[in-house]
C-alpha cells in the first residue's frame, strides 16, 4: 500500500513558504555611519517576518514567513525548517533552495562552514535528522532505506558529482562533461537523471563524505563579491523509501536541497569569454525559474517547466502535494541593495505561489 501520510502526526501543514536571512558584512565591507540600509518590522503581526530595504532614497517593506538577522545562527535557522524534512519521511516531496545574489550565503546556509561544527548548514543538519529519526523509528516498525545523488547544472549541462572530475579548464575548476544526463519523469512523478549515479548510505558518515567530494568537485570561479563563487546550480536528492511489516504500510519521500547559482553583472572587458557565457547561462536559467514561479503565482494553465534543466529537475516539488521553500539570501553591504531589492521582490513573488489550489509558501532562507 502506497499510503503517504505523516508517521509523527507533526509534519508542516504548509506546501510551500519563503525565509529570508541577512547576512552580516564580510572582511573587506564596511557600512559607514547613517548607511544602514536594512530594517525589521517591529508591529506584532510582523515581527520576526518583516523588512524595510532603502533604496536610491525609498523604503520597500516586505513581508516573509521569517526574516533572519545577521546574527541568526545555523541551528536556529534550521530549528525553522526541521519540520519540512520530517515531511521527507512522511514520505513527501520536499524541496529547499537558495537564491540570491553573489556572495549572499547560499553556500553558506546550504552547506555551512567547512570545519565548523557550530556552522554547519541546512543539508548536513537534515542529514543528522533523518538518520535519527531513522533509528528512533524503528521502534515503531518502520525501516527506512537512503539513497542519495548530486549533480550540478553548469551551463545547462548536467554534471554527475559522484564521480571524479577529468579535467580543468583555465578559468573556472569544474567537472568534466563526460556524458549527456537526460532527465525523465517516473511514474510516480519523481524525476529520474538518466545515468546518474545513486549510491546506497547507511550512515551518516557516509553522506558527509560524498557531500565533502561533490563540494570539491563542483565548478566555482572568482566573481568581484565572492573569491570562490558557485558557477552551477547544485542539487542534492535523497531519496527515502520506508516500510512498516506491522502496519502494512511504505512511504517513499524525496529531499531535494539546493544550493543555486547566482547572477553577476559584469561589463565585457572585466571578464574572460568563458566567465561571460557562464553567467549568460545562470542568467537564463534563474529567468526560466522565474517565469516558471510567476506562472505559478499567477495561476497560468501552462506552467513552463521544461524551459530548463533546473525548473524539469524541480517540476515534482512545485506540484501537487508537495513542499518547497525557499531561502532568499541578501547582504547587509549597502553597495548591494539593489541587487537585495531584485531578491526580495522575486521572494515575494514566490510567496504568492500556490500549488494546485493550494498555497506555495517559499521558505527561502536569506533576508
Ligand atoms: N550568515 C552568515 N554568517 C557568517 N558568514 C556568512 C554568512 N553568510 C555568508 N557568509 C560568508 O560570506 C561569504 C560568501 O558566502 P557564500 O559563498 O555562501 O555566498 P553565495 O551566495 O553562495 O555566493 P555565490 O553565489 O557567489 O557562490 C563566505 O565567506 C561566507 O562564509
Known amino acids: 500500500m502506497k499510503n503517504p ?53 525609498q523604503k520597500v517593506s516586505f513581508i516573509f514567513d521569517k526574516v533572519f538577522k545577521t546574527e541568526a545562527s545555523q541551528a536556529e535557522v534550521f530549528l525553522e525548517i526541521s519540520e519540512l524534512v520530517q515531511s521527507a519521511l512522511d514520505g513527501h516531496k520536499v524541496c529547499m533552495f ?13 552547506i555551512g562552514k567547512p570545519g565548523s561544527p557550530e556552522e554547519k548548514g541546512l543539508i548536513p543538519r537534515c542529514i543528522d535528522q533523518i538518520f535519527q529519526m531513522k533509528h528512533s523509528l524503528l521502534s515503531l516498525g518502520w525501516k527506512y532505506n537512503l539513497k542519495v545523488s548530486m549533480l550540478e547544472i553548469y551551463k545547462e ?9 577529468r579535467s580543468y579548464s583555465t578559468d573556472v575548476q569544474m567537472a568534466s562533461p563526460s556524458k549527456r544526463y537526460g532527465i525523465k519523469h517516473d511514474q510516480y512523478g519523481n524525476i529520474e537523471v538518466s545515468g546518474l549515479t545513486i549510491v546506497d548510505v547507511c550512515i551518516e558518515n557516509e553522506v558527509s563524505n560524498l557531500l565533502r567530494l561533490a563540494a570539491m568537485r563542483r565548478s566555482t570561479g572568482k566573481t568581484k563579491m565572492n573569491q570562490q563563487s558557485s558557477r552551477s546550480h547544485f542539487v542534492f536528492t535523497l531519496r527515502v523509501s520506508g516500510v512498516n511489516e506491522r502496519t ?30 557562464e553567467t549568460q547561462a545562470i542568467n537564463k536559467s534563474l529567468f526560466h525559474l522565474r517565469k516558471a514561479i510567476s506562472s505559478l503565482a499567477n495561476k497560468e494553465g501552462h506552467v513552463p517547466f521544461r524551459d530548463s534543466k533546473l525548473t524539469y529537475i524541480l517540476q515534482p516539488c512545485l506540484c501537487g502535494d508537495s513542499k518547497a521553500l525557499m531561502f532568499v539570501n541578501i547582504s547587509s553591504d549597502p553597495t548591494s541593495s539593489g541587487e537585495s531589492l531584485c531578491s526580495l521582490r522575486f521572494a515575494e513573488n514566490v510567496n504568492t505561489c500556490e500549488l494546485r489550489g493550494r498555497r506555495l509558501y517559499g521558505n527561502w532562507h536569506g533576508v
Request: hydrophobic share 30%; charged share 20%.
Open 98 to 110: 537558495a537564491y540570491g545574489q553573489t556572495g549572499s550565503g547560499k553556500t553558506y546556509t546550504m
Open 5 to 57: 501520510r505523516p508517521l509523527s502526526g507533526r509534519s508542516c501543514e504548509r506546501s510551500c513558504s519563503t525565509k529570508s536571512w541577512v547576512r552580516p558584512l564580510i572582511s573587506n565591507e564596511s557600512s559607514a555611519e547613517g548607511q544602514q540600509h536594512i530594517s525589521y518590522l517591529t508591529s506584532i503581526d510582523a515581527l520576526g517576518r518583516g523588512i524595510d530595504i532603502m533604496h536610491n532614497g
Open 248 to 277: 502494512q504500510q511504505n512511504v517513499e519521500g524525496v529531499l531535494n536541497l539546493i544550493d543555486l547559482a547566482s547572477s553577476a553583472r559584469f561589463s565585457k572587458s572585466e571578464v574572460t569569454e568563458v566567465q561571460l557565457k
Open 157 to 165: 549541462d548536467i554534471f554527475d558529482l559522484l564521480v571524479p572530475k
